[in-house]
């Protein structure tokens, strides 16, 4: 079942997605070289603490983290450890805080120092593209299928993968809500999109193959044929005009 959520659980999520969206701004300007992605992580804690939110991950289906820290050929799920940035490494952070008993989920990609690699650099501009496209098929009577198609075309164009196993989710009062949400599929298939449903939209991009591999830990998540992998996500909520991005860095 899809929740609707009535306006009073809206303004707690948008009251979520402020934090989330600071989070991102904050953490994005963390980023630097020679930072470890453990060092982002107890920036990130800090700062949702700070905020008088939740840390939505830590301690979720026994996550160690607050904010996953995904470098280079690491596409999600990736643990914070002492292995600090080198200059054109890219990290993708993914965060999520709780207020008022609501989730907000969001996550960038972000290069350390220079990016000199073109074929990097179109790497984050195509998916983080892909993600405004998926979120411009929020529309009430539009189809959960519309979302995934419109990431998954823009995505193949020009070259690139969108991971199969992962997949974005409803949100609300649970971090992961129904329905799925695949960076994949035909148009004008699955769940019809309603106002008051909320969504974590994520696709997950790999410059060569889709398929993925997870380490030994448990957690990281990396592409099987070790090519770099982008991650942008927004939680969003549909309004009876559109979508409404909760998590805006500039919000
Ligand atoms: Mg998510």
Known sequence: MITIKNEREIQSMKAAGRVVGKLLAYLRKQ???????????????????????IPAFKGLYGCPATILTSVNEEIVHGLPNNRKLRPGDIVSMDMGAIVEGFYADAAITVAAGELEDPIVKQLLDVTRESLYLGIAKIQPGLRIGDIGH????????????????Y?????GRQLHESPQIPNFGDAGTGPVIKAGMAFAIEPMVNIGRPDTK??????????????????FEHTVVVTEDGPEILTREDA
Not at 36 to 50: C, K, N, P
Not at 214 to 231: F, G, Q, Y
């Open 167 to 171: 997949v974005g989710h409803g949100i």
């Open 31 to 53: 980023v630097e070289v020679g930072i470890s992605t453990r060092e982002l992580d107890a920036l990130g804690e800090q700062f949702i603490l700070d905020q008088g939110a």
């Open 150 to 165: 419109a990431v998954q075309t823009h995505v193949e164009r020009h070259g690139f993968s969108v991971v199969r196993e």
């Open 214 to 231: 997870t380490l030994a830990n448990k957690w990281t998540v990396i592409s099987r044929d070790k090519s770099w992998s982008a991650h």
